[in-house]
């Protein structure tokens, strides 16, 4: 299986804050156990971070599961956007 990680830095090159976004769907191994696919997103600001990860089953149902959660995040913060970009530039 292919790996998928992307970073992405969420602030300006020359900020004095952190934050960024990690997006990973891969096979991992840990603590001498065999592979496992481990699939997560994680935004980090500051000293704040949020994971949102998929079930540890190895299923086609915990990766549509995972993509649901994902429309339900993208469509959400889409919404939010469109709100601060009306509130502030009417």
Same mark, same amino acid.
């Given at each position: 299986?292919?790996?998928?990680?992307?970073?992405?830095?969420?602030?300006?090159?020359?900020?004095?804050?952190?934050? $960024?976004?990690? +997006?990973?769907?891969?096979?991992? +191994?840990?603590?001498?156990?065999?592979?496992?696919?481990?699939?997560?997103?994680?935004?980090?600001? +500051?000293?704040?971070?949020?994971?949102?990860? $998929?079930? @540890?089953?190895?299923?086609?149902?915990?990766?549509?599961?995972?993509?649901?959660?994902?429309?339900?995040?993208?469509?959400?913060?889409? $919404?939010?956007?469109?709100?601060?970009?009306? @509130?502030?530039?009417?």
């Amino acid at each position: 299986m292919k790996n998928y990680n992307s970073r992405k830095w969420l602030n300006p090159e020359d900020s004095h804050f952190t934050g $960024s976004i990690v +997006c990973f769907d891969g096979d991992v +191994c840990n603590q001498g156990r065999p592979q496992e696919r481990y699939t997560f997103v994680e935004i980090a600001s +500051c000293h704040t971070k949020v994971k949102l990860h $998929s079930n @540890k089953n190895d299923g086609a149902d915990a990766t549509k599961e995972f993509i649901g959660k994902l429309e339900i995040l993208i469509t959400e913060l889409q $919404s939010f956007q469109d709100y601060l970009i009306l @509130k502030e530039y009417p």
